[in-house]
């Protein structure tokens, strides 16, 4: 699994079989460019609806090569202080739940530990 962010969203268009499809412009954690083509007519194109803006941090992309995001990826929003997973629906399909949870508190600071001085004889 991969991070990354939208950096550019092209207009949709027609592909040679007569669909409609987005291409989608990712900068990767690592620092490479990718891409991917979501197809209108396809399932998987409900994942991405809702997270489709310029400037969002994704998490849970597949990779399909070095400079390729596979559409099947089940990407999620990063947010601070929220995690989000993937839950199945009665229905069969799959959506997004946001689980609330409290960043971890720094650790107190232990007190100095005793050491007894040398003795001198």
């Known amino acids: 699994m991969a991070?990354?962010?939208?950096?550019?969203?092209l207009p949709k268009?027609?592909?040679r079989n007569g669909g409609q499809y987005t291409r989608v412009f990712f900068r990767l954690e690592?620092?490479?460019?990718?891409?991917?083509?979501?197809?209108?007519?396809?399932?998987?194109?409900?994942?991405?609806?809702?997270?489709l803006r310029v400037g969002i941090d994704l998490d849970?992309?597949?990779?399909?090569?070095?400079?390729?995001?596979?559409?099947?990826?089940?990407?999620?929003?990063?947010?601070?202080?929220?995690?989000?997973?993937?839950?199945?629906?009665?229905?069969?399909?799959?959506?997004?739940i946001e689980v609330m949870f409290e960043e971890p508190k720094p650790l107190e600071e232990l007190e100095k530990p005793l050491i007894q001085d040398k003795l001198n004889f």
Not at 3 to 9: D, L, V
Not at 66 to 94: H, L, T
């Open 30 to 51: 690592d620092g490479f460019t990718a891409t991917t083509d979501l197809v209108d007519s396809y399932r998987n194109v409900a994942r991405w609806k809702n997270l």
């Open 13 to 15: 268009h027609f592909s």
């Open 3 to 9: 991070k990354g962010t939208i950096i550019k969203i």
């Open 60 to 96: 849970g992309l597949i990779l399909k090569g070095k400079n390729k995001v596979n559409a099947d990826s089940f990407p999620r929003e990063i947010k601070a202080g929220v995690r989000q997973e993937y839950k199945q629906m009665p229905d069969g399909s799959m959506a997004i």
